[in-house]
C-alpha cells in the first residue's frame, strides 16, 4: 500500500444507503431461497414431510428445489454422505454461485452419526463449509422448519456485498 | 473457497463402457444426486437419440456398513441399524431381524405379540406404499397426487410417534417381544387415519388412474416377463406386477398371517402400470388385514417371559438383586444366543427381505447379512430400462422403489 | 412338508455333499469348491429352485480354511429354501461363478467380492460395486479395522 494516509471513516450518509441496502438484500433473499436437495438417506422422510401440506417450507420462500446446483442457493445435504458420494457433493457445492449457505441436515450429515465406520464420512464439514445444522435422526419437521428460521436471521443479519466488497 | 477445474476429484466408480456401441450413440451419466434416482444410483446410458440403448447401473453411494457396524455391537443394540436399512417400512426390518434371532434362540413369542407385530408390518407396509406412489407420482408431474399421499403417511409418522417414540425409524422391536404396549385411544386413532387413506386412496384413483398422460407414460414401459423376473431374482410386487401371485406371506406364511384373510394382487403384463397399480391393491389389502386383525388383537403379556432376552420390570430391577444382574448382563453383554446360523425371509414392502445371521454364542454376533430385495432388483433393472427412451427412466425407476438403505446397506 | 422334499435332494447329491443338514426350516448342504456348479445346476434343473436368493461369505480367521462362501436358493413351486456352503482358504479364495445359470448372480457375486475378497471364476465384471475405485482391502474380514477410512476427497482441517 502507498503511505497516504488512512482513508476517513465513510461519512454517515454512506453507511446509512449500506445498512438499509443489506437489510433489503437480507429480506429479500432470506425469503427466497432456492434448495437444492441433495438428498441420500432416511432424512428424505423428514424432508418429504417438511415440504407437503401439513408443516409447509413454501410459507418460508424455501420450498420450490431446483434439481441443478446451477440455480439454487441452498445446498440442503439430507442423509448419510458416505466416502463414495463425497467427490460428488463436493463437485456440486463447486457448481453453486455465491451467495450460498448449506445445511446439514441430520446427524450423518452433521458427524456421521452412528455410522462410524470405514464408509461414513463423518460429517460434511470435513469437505464443505456448512452454514447450519440440523442434529436428529431424523429430525422432526418442527425442527427443520426452526433451522431454516435461524439460517433466515442470519441471512438476514449479514452484510450482502452487490457491487463490490464495499457496497 | 478457490476454485478448481472439477476433474481434480476422483471418480468413484468404473463404467462398463465408455465408448457407443453404435453409431452416433451419446453416454450420458444420470445420477448419483438425481431426484429421479433417488438421490443414490448412478445410471451411466447409451443413448441413440432419445432411445436407451444399454444402461450400467452402479450403487454403493449409500454403503454405510452395516454389517460391519452389526459385527460390534450387541443383538438387541443393532436394532436401530437393522431399523435403517428400508427406511421407509422399519418396522419390517425389525421384525424380520427379530424373528431370526428368536428362531436361533428357540424363542416363541406371544401371541399378542405376534398379533401386533403383523398388524405394524402391515401398517409399515402402508406408508412404504404410500412414499412410493407419491414419489413416483411427483417425478411424472402428478403433484396433487403427492400431496394427498404424503399428509395420509404423515398421519401415519405422528400415530406411529405416540407409540414407539419416533416418526421414521423406530428402534420398536425386541428379542422376544415388542418395546412397550399400546396406549390408550391408539386403535381408534388408527381406525380413523385408515378411513380417511381410503379417502384419500380413492381420490388418487380417480385422478390418475383413466388419465390420458398417465396411462401414455406408464402402460407398456418398463415391461418384465415372469420368467425374466425370476432369473433376475425380483420379488415382491415386482414379480406380482408379471401376473404369478408369489407372496412370502401367502406361500410361507409367518406371524399371523396364516389366520387372516387376504388376496395377493398380481398384474398383468408386467409393466409400469401394473406396479403402481399392485401397490395400491396392496394397500386396501393391507388395510382389511389391519382391521382384522384390530378385532383378533387377544390381551396377555407383550413380551415372552424368558429372562435370556426380555428385561426385567423396572420396579423389581431396583429391588432384587437378581433382576438388577439379569438388566445388567443384557445391556452390557447382550442376549446370550446359541452358536448356529439361520436365514429367515419375511415379505418385505419390496419383496423377501432376508436375515442370514451366524452366531458363536455370546451377546454378539459373528456375522448378520441382510439380503436386501432392492439390491437385487438394482441387479436386473436394466432389463426393464434398455430400449425403451430416455424419459421412461424416471416412472420406471419410480416404480421399482429401490430404497438407498436397503439396496447399499 | 419341506422334509419330502428334502429327502430326494439328499439322496441325489450324497456322493458330493460332505455334510447335509435340515435345520429352521432349510436344509443345508457342505460341498467341496470344484462341485458348487454342478450342485447348484442340478438344483436348478432337477428340483426346481429358480430363484438365486444370496451369495455370501463368512469369514472365520482361526480356521483353515478360511472363509465359508454361501449360497442361499428358493423354489417358487415348492417354497422352501437351500443353503449350499463352500470352503475356501485365504491363499485362493475362488468358486465357480453362477452367472451363467442365474442373471441376479451378477452383482450379489460383485458384493462378496468387494466385501471379503473371493474370486468368481468366470464372472469377468468383479468392479466394486457397494466400495469405491481405489478402495484397497476387503472390509468385511475380520482383519479390517472398522474405523479405517480411505476418503476419496481430501478433509478441509486435514493436517498436511
Known sequence: MSTQPVRQAPSGAFEY???????????????????????????????????????????????????????????????????????????VYEQMCEPKWVIAFGVCATSGGFYQNYAALPGIDKIIPVDLYIPGCPPRPEMVIDGIMKLQDRIARDRHPIINEKF | MSARAPDTLPNPIRPAFTE?????????????????????????????????????????????????????????????????????????????????????????????????RTLLAEYSRIADHLTCIAAALMELGAMTGFLYLVTIRDYIYEHLADLTGARVTYSYGRIGGLAKDL?????????????????????????????????????????????????????????????????????????????????????????????????????????????????MLPTGPLCVDDRRCTFPEKSLVYTEIESLINHFKLVMDGPQVPPGEVYSAHEGANGELGFYIVSVGGGVPWKVHCRSPSFVHMGGVHRMLDGYQLADIVPTFGSVNMIGGECDR | MSEALFEPIREHLAE???????????????????????????????????????????????????????????????????????????????????????????????????????????????????????????????????????????YLDAKP
Not at chain 1, 420462500?61 to 440442503?76: H, I, K, N, V
Not at chain 2, 381410503?198 to 383413466?210: I, N, P, S
Request: aromatic fraction near 10%.
Open chain 1, 17 to 91: 444507503m449500506t445498512t438499509k441496502k443489506d437489510e433489503f438484500v437480507g429480506w429479500a433473499r432470506k425469503f427466497s431461497l432456492f434448495p437444492y436437495p441433495f438428498v441420500t438417506a432416511c432424512c428424505a422422510m423428514e424432508f418429504m414431510s417438511v415440504s407437503s401440506t401439513l408443516y409447509d417450507t413454501d410459507r418460508f420462500g424455501a420450498a420450490l428445489p431446483r434439481f441443478t446446483p446451477r440455480q439454487s442457493d441452498l445446498l440442503m445435504v439430507v442423509g448419510t454422505v458416505t466416502h463414495k458420494q463425497a467427490p460428488i457433493l463436493k463437485k
Open chain 2, 20 to 116: 457407443g456401441s453404435r453409431e452416433g450413440s451419446v453416454i450420458v451419466n444420470i445420477g448419483p444426486s438425481h431426484p429421479a434416482t433417488h438421490g443414490t444410483i448412478q445410471i451411466v446410458a447409451e443413448l441413440s437419440g432419445e432411445r436407451v440403448v444399454r444402461t450400467d447401473v452402479h450403487c454403493g453411494y449409500l454403503h454405510r456398513g452395516f454389517e460391519k457396524e452389526c459385527e460390534s455391537h450387541t443383538w438387541h443394540n443393532l436394532i436401530p441399524y437393522v431399523d435403517r436399512l428400508n427406511y421407509c417400512s422399519a418396522l419390517i426390518n425389525d421384525f424380520a431381524y427379530c424373528e431370526a434371532v428368536e428362531k436361533l434362540m428357540g424363542i416363541e413369542i406371544t401371541p399378542r405379540a405376534r398379533y401386533l
Open chain 2, 183 to 295: 396406549p390408550e385411544g391408539w386403535l381408534k386413532r388408527l381406525g380413523e387415519i385408515l378411513d380417511e387413506m381410503e379417502t384419500f386412496t380413492g381420490r388418487v384413483h380417480g385422478l390418475v388412474d383413466r388419465n390420458r398422460i398417465f396411462i401414455d407414460r406408464m402402460r407398456d414401459v418398463g415391461v418384465i416377463s415372469t420368467a425374466d423376473a425370476v432369473n433376475w431374482g425380483f420379488t415382491g410386487p415386482l414379480l406380482r406386477s408379471t401376473g404369478v401371485p408369489r407372496d412370502l406371506r401367502k406361500d410361507t406364511p409367518y406371524l399371523a398371517y396364516a389366520e387372516l384373510d387376504f388376496e395377493v394382487p398380481v398384474g398383468i403384463k408386467g409393466d409400469n402400470y401394473d406396479r403402481y397399480y399392485v401397490r395400491m391393491r396392496e394397500i386396501d389389502e393391507s388395510a382389511h388385514m389391519i382391521r382384522q386383525l384390530m378385532e
Open chain 3, 16 to 154: 458330493v455333499t460332505l455334510e447335509a443338514v435340515v435345520a429352521h426350516g432349510a436344509l443345508a448342504l457342505l460341498v467341496e469348491p470344484a462341485q458348487v456348479l454342478e450342485v447348484v445346476r442340478s438344483l436348478k434343473d432337477s428340483f426346481g429352485f429358480d430363484m438365486f436368493l444370496d451369495v455370501t461369505a463368512v469369514d472365520w480367521p482361526e480356521r483353515q480354511p478360511r472363509f465359508d462362501v454361501v449360497w442361499h436358493f428358493y423354489s417358487t413351486q415348492h417354497f422352501v429354501r437351500v443353503r449350499v456352503k463352500a470352503r475356501v482358504p485365504l491363499a485362493d479364495p475362488t468358486v465357480d461363478t453362477l452367472v451363467p445359470l442365474y442373471g441376479s448372480a451378477g452383482y450379489m457375486e460383485r458384493e462378496c467380492h468387494d466385501m471379503y475378497g473371493i474370486v468368481f471364476r468366470g464372472n469377468d465384471d468383479l468392479r466394486p460395486i457397494l466400495l469405491y475405485e481405489g478402495f484397497e482391502g476387503h472390509p468385511l474380514r475380520k482383519d479390517y479395522p472398522k474405523q479405517k477410512e480411505q476418503p476419496l476427497v481430501p
